[in-house]
């Protein structure tokens, strides 16, 4: 025991000092404690009861007993582990054995995990783990004293021009600034985080007034609109902030938050620099489909949302290329809602940005079952919604998706319409251009039903065009759908483009199209959109993954 690279402590069944070690006796201090001394008093004062009730347990039960406690040190109280076991002396009289290992270190590394897990790396605020935490407490507390609170959303204005006209580094440290002004300007109680790129939330306990949201929120934005001196730089910017408040527009976390966003949003497109609180009216869903939107915050806790997969079938040799991921709601009362319902209200509201994440990682994740069963590679191919699109933490998004999933980045398809690209098309180029860096492939999908122009085709860095089914509905009969179904082939042949046809739902349409060079087709004949456990069956069925079996086909609603 003198020897021991631990601290070594022998004590009596009241837990009075009998011996210490040499080490121990270093480690407090180097003066040997006085015989006698209850065990307890070397330890920090938060430790000692529970060092207490262990001791006499043990000395009851014979047992052995783990404990994390902090010894009292010249100047510091680290942290070690104790094993106290009991024995009996050579006289028979039951005494006590606690051997203590410094834990120090490894505490300081779980403390600084836990850290790096709640907490953003770059501003040092709570990030949106932690975030979540904190809105469950409130929202308790709320529900307790019956006192309303308010969730703030602030985006930054500008902040994408700092960073493309100045380099990263100036946009992160603008970033770090920006969250210290934040936070100096609310309270303690008060908590702010950074949700990702220039986006932050403020949990606002006891502001629901009028009258208080209107003072902190121009707070906030006065903050930010005083210049930036950085690196030699004076840069401006402002912030526009979107307010939900407990209980008048929400009572759960994910509603609080996304309505704030979608009044966030609302403030950027109406001007910027301004804060605005939510209401109906602002997100603009009909009156008749309030309570759907209501529905749909229950059915995101309760994974009411669910990915089908429709096969994208090489027009050739009829195998399996890929699957084009497409969102349901299986509601428990209403069944399957279209999804023409409830898009448009995600758009609106918010929350299409979390169902664009979570199906966007989930596709990527199921293309590697997908990948196992064929025995050869595939591709997924995802839906990405205007407000995905133009929502600055998109690319964060995509790469999560990749690296979570593990996916190449050429085996991701993102389906965009002509109508998004065309809305800002110097910001869709922009995108774009990073989206093609990560290998992704971008599909203009519906081609020829939006704002169609030939000049994106070789601007942007499109690698795939959509026919959309409305083209195919009557060919092989219709000349007028013909010609234009050719042009799009002949065109998509000249610029290097593969093609995909949507909606071919007869042999003859198949074959219209293949002799004229379509190399891919996707529609009812080759597989309707099915559930994943449905399309691995299909790949089951078929070793080569050839077209799908018309058992599979009805099965697939």
């Known amino acids: 025991m003198e020897e021991a690279g631990d601290v ?71 942290w070690h582990e104790f094993r106290i076991s009991a024995y009996n002396n050579a006289d028979g009289i039951t005494e006590l054995l606690v051997v203590g290992r ?65 380099g990263h580094p100036i946009g992160d440290a603008m970033l770090r600034m920006a969250a210290q002004r934040l936070r100096k300007t609310l309270r303690d109680s008060d908590t702010l985080a950074r949700v990702g790129g220039d986006e932050f939330v403020a949990i606002l306990p006891g502001t629901a007034t009028e009258a208080q949201i209107k003072l902190v929120t121009g707070r906030l934005i006065a903050t930010l609109q005083s210049p930036f001196e950085i690196e030699g730089h004076t840069i401006y910017i402002g912030a526009s902030v979107g307010v939900s408040v ?156 990749i690296a979570f999933s593990g996916l190449l980045g050429e085996q991701l398809v993102l389906e965009i319409t002509e109508g998004t690209l065309m809305i800002d098309p110097v910001h869709a180029e922009s995108i774009l251009s990073k989206m093609a860096e990560r290998k992704a492939r971008i599909a203009i999908d519906d081609f020829g039903t939006g704002y169609s122009s030939l000049a994106y085709l070789k601007r942007f860095p499109i690698s795939v065009l959509k026919i959309d089914r409305t083209f195919i509905r009557d060919l092989p009969g219709s000349a007028k759908d013909g010609a234009i179904c050719n042009a799009v082939l002949d065109l998509a042949k000249h610029l290097d483009l593969s093609v995909v046809a949507e909606g071919v739902e007869t042999e003859e349409q198949l074959q219209y199209l293949e002799e004229r060079g379509c190399q891919y087709i996707q529609g009812y004949l080759t597989g309707k959109p099915m559930a994943a456990n449905v399309a691995l069956a299909a790949l089951k069925e078929s070793i080569h993954a050839k077209l799908v079996p018309a058992e599979l086909r009805q099965v697939a609603q």
């Open 102 to 166: 410094d834990m120090t270190v490894q505490h300081a590394t779980e403390e600084r995990l836990r850290h790096m897990a709640t907490h953003d790396a770059l501003t040092e605020l709570p990030n949106r783990l932690l975030l979540s935490d904190r809105m469950r407490m409130v929202i308790a507390n709320a529900r307790r004293s019956g006192q309303g609170f308010s969730v703030a959303n602030i985006g930054l204005d500008g902040f994408k021009k700092v960073n493309d006209g100045l």
């Open 8 to 78: 070594v402590f022998r004590l009596n069944q009241q837990g009075q000092l009998l011996f210490a070690s040499r080490r121990a006796i270093a480690r407090i201090g180097g003066a040997t404690p006085l015989l006698g001394c209850a065990m307890a008093t070397l330890l920090a004062d938060g430790d000692q009861a529970q060092l207490a009730g262990a001791l006499i347990d043990v000395a009851e039960s014979h047992t052995t007993r783990l404990l994390e406690a902090r010894l009292k040190t010249l100047d510091i109280e680290p």
């Open 246 to 401: 407990y209980p008048q527009h929400a009572e759960d976390e994910i509603r609080l938050l996304a309505l704030a966003d979608a009044a966030m949003s609302r403030a950027k497109e109406t001007g910027k620099a301004r804060a605005l609180v939510y209401s109906p009216a602002l997100a603009g869903p009909p009156q008749h489909d309030i309570s759907l939107e209501a529905a749909m915050f229950q059915a995101v806790r309760e994974g009411e949302f669910l990915l089908y997969y429709q096969p994208i079938v090489d027009a050739h040799t009829r195998e399996i290329q890929g699957f084009e991921t497409l969102m349901r709601w299986k509601h428990p009362t209403l069944g399957m809602v279209p999804p023409a319902r409830f898009i448009p209200i995600a758009e609106t509201n918010g929350l299409i940005n979390l169902l664009g994440a979570w199906a966007l990682k989930a596709a990527c994740v199921q293309l590697k079952q997908f990948e196992e069963v064929a025995k050869r590679s595939l591709y997924i191919s995802v839906n990405i919604s205007p407000r995905q699109f133009r929502n600055d933490k998109f690319l964060d998004v995509l790469d999560d998706a």
